[in-house]
Each structure stands twice: as structure tokens, then as C-alpha cells.
């Protein structure tokens, strides 16, 4: 029986190997029993685009179910987003999202929501983790689940209260929509066009190979978003992740913008455009250009660890108004204390609109107050990253040197801040067989330079393994 351990926000593991039928089974079962030991009842399935998604959602319902439990589940894939907010909207106890979200396609996995529509705490993973080990695997015949919800319409009523009709009625946009072959193919879309804006959708087939791209929006995965963009003379080209809770853009210039951006620009857009005035989370690795913007608005700055739950919880203390990490996941907490690609691309389009610029221009206008940075970031896929981190640890001085004088942040991997300006960052994923090594400094060139100096270093200290 395969152990199972919750992460920063539930399970993932290789379909076949360590995730399939038997595992979500008793998943669901904890997750069941957890429900029932805090008085709930209601538990709300979703699921994405990945192999046997659908069949192991309906798997985890007909469980949970046999548990006593009243579930529903989503009559189609949705994004996560959508999932967590009609938990959250429709008073559910707990909502499962059966997704690997921008893991490789081998992979699938279990999210688990809170009643609040976000990730739970860790006392709750933990807590999660001690009933898994106590349920045994049973080899129990998957059947179809019929009891359904259209929770795709709850979200599009729900997020009208962020969308300003009259703006978006002022001038027609042209749109390049990514999804990636993810579940949030369709969605964003039919916002769009509804709100009278010509879209242009790729990659929009459930192919659980996603075209051969890992589902993540980041610069190497999304030539063919730059070339849609570029061939159709779009205005924006938004990328979403495999299950759409993580954006990256394309300028009008068929050019990648990255979530350290998209963060920093919805920041100025809640605070100048919407008035708001609250406390902005963001996690350890993300960019500097975030410490400047509050600095400017005189905003309250919290830096978390890793992994979206963290700012969560911060959320639910009530003065967080925004949230982002560097992997691309933004959350508003008007809407719901979670990432959402689908609502962060809505208000960068409104924040065009508003101020009749484009979405290069508007970059501009933030580089105005934070000053241009360069990020970077490699991923080391490496047979055991807890090995490669801790050859990391126990020679950090002798890598980092020549490299100028630094400061350490040690809460979520090794940062090291230079006392001139930037950052370099190395930490094992949580989620996968990778470390990654981060940079950020106000030259282009030193980033790329720094970040391919260290791995030659760390690869020389692992015998050339890397």
C-alpha cells in the first residue's frame, strides 16, 4: 500500500504508479471522514482535463457518498477557481479538485478546498495524512456519478460584481486565449466574447497529453500564444495553466510577461482604479518590484513561504486585499482567498480599457515607480533534489562566491539578498523531482549570467550530475 502524504495543498503522484483508483479511494475517504469530524455534510467535485480525470472525480463522489455524505459534482471540467468558489458561494463543507495542475502529463492529483473556497492549513494536511495512513486500499469497481451542478455558470454570475460592462462596451479588444489543452478552455473565452470582444482561442482540445508542453504558462512553453498573438495582431494573449489558477501574458508585441508583472499591474489596478486600500502577501521568491509598489502606496508587505496556502491563511485573517506568487497564481480576496488566471485576466483587460494604453505602456507606467528588474528561473530536474539541496546547503559560501555581499533568507529554501539589489534563490520543489534556481537584478544580462554561473558550480560539486 503506497504511503500518502498531503503537500502544501494535497496529493499528487504518477497515474498508474502511486495515484489511481485505489489512491483517490482513500482519499476520499479521509477527506470524508474529516468532514464528519468537524460537523459537515456537503463535499463539491470538480475535476480538469487529465487522464481519467473525469472517471476518478467520479470515483472520489461515489466514496464520499458511500461515507454519507450529499456531494454534487461538476457536470464538465472546470479550472480550480471555479471549483473553490462555488465551495465557497454554495456553503459547501469542502470541495475536492481532482488535478496536477502545470505538473507534466503523467501526473494527476488531489486539491482539497476549505469551506472558504481556499487551500487548508497545514494542521489540516496533517490532520488529512493521519487518516490516509489509517484507511486501507480497497479494490472497489469505479462506476458513473449522476448527481451533477453547472458550477461554470455560478462562477460567470459571480464575478460580474468585478466586471464594469460600460468599460469594456467602449472599444472592442482582440483577444489570444491560451488554455494550454487545460479545463479552462471555453470559459474565459465566452466571458470575453460576451462582453463584446473578438477572441481567438488555441490549444483548446482535451488532449491529456497537452500537446506534447507541460500545462505551465511560462516563456518556453507558450510560442504558440507569441505567434497567435503576433499573426492576428492581438491586443493581449492570456496563458492559463492546466487548471487555470495561474496566468502569464502576451504584450501586442508577441512578447512574454511574466506573473511578477501581471501581480504588480493588479496591484495598481485594485488600488488606483478600485480604490482599494488593504495589505498585499506575497511569497519568498517573488519579485522586488512587489516591495516597491507598497512601498509606493504605503501598503503593508507580508512575504510568506511558498505555496499559495500560506498567503490563504493571511487572507482569512481579513486585511489582505491581494496575494501572488512568482509560479503565477494571483488571488483577490474580494472574490475568493485563491488563485484565479481567469478573473486576473478580466481586470488586466479592464485596467487597458480604463486607461485607454496598452498593455506594454502600462508595464512602462509601473517600471515608473519600481524600476525594471530580470527575472530568471532554471528547473534542475534531478533524480533526488533533497540530495542536490543539501549539497546546496553545505557549500552555499563556496558557491556564492565573487557574487557580491548578501544576506540569507532561509524560511523556504536559500535566498540570498544582495545588499546592492536583487536576488538569488535555489529551493526543492515540493511537488516535483526539481530544484529550482531563481535570480532577479536590474540588468538582464547579470540575471542570465548569475543564474548559469551557479548551476555550474552546483554541478561541479555534484560530480557533473545535473
Same mark, same amino acid.
Given at each position: ?13 504518477? !497515474? ?6 485505489? %489512491? ?29 480525470? $473525469? ?20 457536470? #464538465?471540467?472546470?479550472? #480550480? ?17 481532482? %488535478? ?24 489540516? %494536511? @496533517?490532520? /488529512? ?70 477572441? !481567438? ?12 508542453? @507541460? ?52 496591484? &495598481?489596478? /485594485? ?31 507580508? %512575504? ?25 497564481? !494571483? ?11 481567469? /478573473? ?7 485596467? &487597458?480599457? $480604463?486607461?485607454?494604453? #496598452? ?40 558557491? &556564492?562566491? @565573487? ?21 538569488? &534563490? ?39 550530475? /545535473?
Amino acid at each position: 500500500m503506497n504511503k500518502i502524504s498531503f503537500g502544501t495543498e494535497g496529493y499528487r503522484g504518477i !497515474i498508474g504508479y502511486d495515484f489511481n483508483f485505489q %489512491t483517490v479511494e482513500r482519499i476520499a475517504k479521509a477527506i470524508s471522514e474529516y468532514i464528519r469530524e468537524n460537523k459537515g455534510k456537503k463535499l463539491l467535485i470538480g475535476y480538469d482535463t487529465r487522464f481519467l480525470s $473525469k472517471e476518478f472525480a467520479q470515483h472520489a463522489a461515489n466514496t464520499a457518498a458511500k461515507q454519507g455524505l450529499e456531494v454534487l459534482l461538476s457536470e #464538465s471540467f472546470c479550472p #480550480s477557481p471555479v471549483l473553490s468558489n462555488a465551495t465557497k458561494g454554495l456553503h459547501f463543507n469542502g470541495g475536492i479538485m481532482i %488535478t496536477a495542475s502545470h505538473n507534466p502529463p503523467k501526473y494527476n492529483g488531489i486539491k482539497f478546498k476549505s469551506h472558504y473556497g481556499g487551500a487548508v492549513p497545514t494542521e489540516v %494536511t @496533517n490532520r /488529512l495524512s493521519e487518516l490516509v495512513s489509517k484507511t486501507p486500499g480497497e479494490d472497489t469497481q469505479p462506476d458513473e456519478f449522476n448527481e451533477t451542478i453547472d458550477i461554470k455558470y455560478i462562477y460567470r454570475q459571480d464575478i460580474e460584481r468585478f466586471i464594469d460592462r460600460k468599460l469594456h462596451g467602449k472599444k472592442r479588444l482582440k483577444i489570444v486565449i491560451d488554455p494550454m489543452h487545460g479545463s479552462g478552455q471555453g470559459l474565459l473565452s465566452h466571458i470575453f466574447e460576451d462582453l463584446g470582444h473578438e477572441v !481567438i482561442e488555441i490549444r483548446n482540445t482535451v488532449n491529456p497529453y497537452f500537446g506534447g508542453t @507541460n500545462p505551465e504558462p511560462i516563456d518556453e512553453n507558450l510560442a504558440p500564444l507569441k505567434e497567435a498573438v503576433r499573426k492576428n495582431k492581438a491586443d493581449i494573449g492570456i496563458a492559463l495553466d492546466g487548471d487555470a489558477d495561474r496566468i502569464a501574458l502576451v504584450n501586442e508585441d508577441a512578447e512574454y510577461v511574466d506573473a511578477h508583472r501581471v501581480f504588480g499591474l493588479l496591484i &495598481m489596478y /485594485l488600488v488606483e482604479e478600485m480604490g482599494m486600500n488593504g495589505e498585499v502577501a506575497k511569497t519568498v521568491s517573488s519579485t522586488e518590484m512587489i516591495n516597491k509598489l507598497c512601498a509606493h502606496y504605503n501598503l503593508k508587505l507580508h %512575504t510568506t513561504k511558498i505555496g499559495f496556502k500560506y498567503i490563504c491563511e493571511l487572507m482569512q485573517q481579513g486585511n489582505v486585499m491581494i496575494g501572488g506568487e512568482e509560479s503565477g497564481g !494571483i488571488g483577490i480576496a474580494a472574490h475568493i482567498p485563491e488563485r484565479d488566471g481567469l /478573473l486576473a485576466g478580466i481586470l488586466i483587460t479592464q485596467m &487597458m480599457l $480604463k486607461r485607454k494604453k #496598452s498593455l506594454q505602456e502600462l508595464i512602462e507606467a509601473m517600471y515608473a515607480v519600481t524600476g525594471r528588474y530580470y527575472y530568471r528561473r532554471k528547473d534542475l530536474h534531478v533524480g533526488n533534489p533533497g540530495t542536490v539541496y543539501d549539497t546546496i546547503m553545505r557549500n552555499k559560501d563556496r558557491l &556564492m562566491v @565573487n557574487f557580491g555581499n548578501y544576506e540569507t533568507d532561509d524560511r523556504d529554501g536559500y535566498k540570498f539578498i544582495f545588499k546592492n539589489g536583487g536576488f538569488l &534563490m535555489a529551493r526543492a520543489s515540493g511537488t516535483e523531482p526539481v530544484v529550482r534556481i531563481y535570480a532577479e537584478l536590474t540588468e538582464k544580462d547579470k540575471a542570465e549570467t548569475l543564474v548559469d554561473e551557479f548551476i555550474k558550480r552546483l554541478t561541479a560539486l555534484t560530480g557533473g550530475t /545535473l
